[in-house]
């Protein structure tokens, strides 16, 4: 069995001859889900369970694989059991749940032919759950840890194209959060919090695109962080600003930003100037 995905189901309504046939229809579909739920037999309670997975009737199978788990554990049916049940949680949405059944999947049972797809699933479950890139990133940073795992675990794997495209979005997340963030520290004038971050930045996603434009703003923040400093930081800071100039215009001598920062670069020399000229 491949990768199971679905949609929600209703419950299925039959018409039927007669007044209140519909109703009458429902009650007994339902009366026999309940009756072979109090039931002992297992086995059946499992045949049923499979049958209601492959209607697509997740609910149901959920609930009779839920006690088939502990009467099976440790069987070989017990392996299938535990299969079914992770996906009738996925294909129920609760992916947090689903995850922890795929991950304990794989570690119960690492000779499995199943094996190697739930732990792929494992990874996905936390992609799925990754929130847009403004809010917390805890999921998006196990998403990727978690393809990583499954990358190193199963290098010869189909899965693996997937894998580096999935890992590819998720970095790109997580590389706007920390766009996002230091420009934001710039944007509210905070320069100093803004000269790490846009570094940490430029660290931490050395392929970013807006490495130009993080670089000036780095110029920009020293020039502007040491105008409005007490006197005794202002030298320090000037210079600073200087230096990351340099740096700027030899790694990038036709950046669309070097004529902005060269006049922050001019400005910064004559009040370097300043503290240079000897004191009468």
Do not use: W
């Amino acid at each position: 069995m491949g990768i199971l995905v679905s949609c929600h189901n209703e419950e299925k309504v039959y018409e039927s001859s007669g007044n209140g046939g519909k109703h009458k229809r429902f009650d007994i579909t339902l009366g026999k889900f309940n009756k072979l739920v109090k039931s002992s037999d297992m086995d059946a309670k499992y045949a049923a369970a499979v049958k209601y997975f492959q209607k697509e009737d997740y609910s149901k199978a959920l609930t009779l694989f839920e006690e088939l788990m502990s009467v099976y554990r440790g069987t070989e049916k017990g392996e299938e059991v535990h299969y079914y049940y992770a996906y009738c949680n996925y294909n129920l949405e609760d992916y947090i749940l689903a995850g922890y059944q795929f991950r304990n999947f794989a570690k119960n049972y690492p000779n499995s032919v199943h094996t190697e797809e739930c732990a792929y699933m494992n990874a996905y479950c936390f992609y799925i759950n990754s929130p847009e890139y403004s809010l917390d990133q805890i999921d998006t940073k196990l998403a990727i840890k978690e393809f990583q795992r499954f990358t190193n675990q199963y290098p010869k794997s189909t899965r693996i194209p997937q894998c580096n495209d999935l890992l590819d979005k998720l970095r790109a997340k997580l590389e706007r959060k920390s766009y996002e963030n230091a420009m934001l520290y710039y944007n509210m004038s905070d320069y100093k919090a803004s000269i790490t971050a846009l570094g940490n930045h430029l660290k931490d996603f050395s392929g970013t695109k807006h490495t130009e434009e993080i670089n000036y703003k780095i110029i920009k923040s020293y020039y502007l962080l040491a105008v409005n400093s007490i006197e005794s930081k202002k030298q320090e800071r000037f210079k600073a600003a200087c230096d990351a100039y340099i740096k700027f215009v030899d790694t990038y001598p036709k950046s669309e930003y070097l004529k902005d920062a060269e006049m922050v670069y001019t400005s910064a020399l004559k009040m370097l100037e300043k503290f240079n000229k000897p004191q009468s």
